[in-house]
């Protein structure tokens, strides 16, 4: 947690960026590995988007008394590469919301981004399903609901799934491993994992 916090700056980037890349780069080669292996023991693991497609894996956090929330998402391209992650502090919000709120911005940044072909998952089943029966009008979080409803509805192909959070750790890290952050949006682009691949062939 010290690596998180630390406001060290190395070669011009921030220590927190550099330890969080390299926490990405170790878990996105297990991934691979297990993705390319012919016989697989774990029955529950991260997979590639279809072809042409990029994946959206969101998660919420709310901790503490009050619960200060805090929503991550990562978004690959169909071989596994990081193209954006982020995260969102929130402040106090209860957990199904807090898992509402990281699909809207996910799905916010995937559009805003020019991605029109997405595939969307959240291990929140409860979320998955409040957004997916439309004949659900719940009064509590109905503005939200109705957000990412109109979301899904624009000129995209855009799924969303429901998966265990076994097969969604990246995105659970990038939700819960910010505390030092202030409230407010944070994006981690390309040039980011760029500057800390080529720190880390020199070091």
Known sequence: MDNVRSV???AGIPWSIIFMYSLWLICLGFLRREHDAVKKEILISWELPKHLYVKLNVDGSARGQPEMATVGGVITDEVGNWLLGFNYKIGISC???VELWALYWGL???WD???RK???ESDSLLAVQKISNQSLQPKQNAGLLKCIRELFQ???DCTLTHIHREANQC???MATHHENLPLGLH???LHHLVLVQFYLQIV
Do not use: E, H, P
């Open 118 to 120: 997405v595939q969307v």
């Open 187 to 189: 994006i981690m682009i």
């Open 108 to 110: 916010t940044l995937c």
């Open 8 to 10: 060290d700056i190395l």
């Open 171 to 173: 995105a659970n890290w």
């Open 95 to 97: 957990s199904l919301q």
């Open 113 to 115: 981004k020019g991605f």
């Open 154 to 156: 624009r000129s995209w």
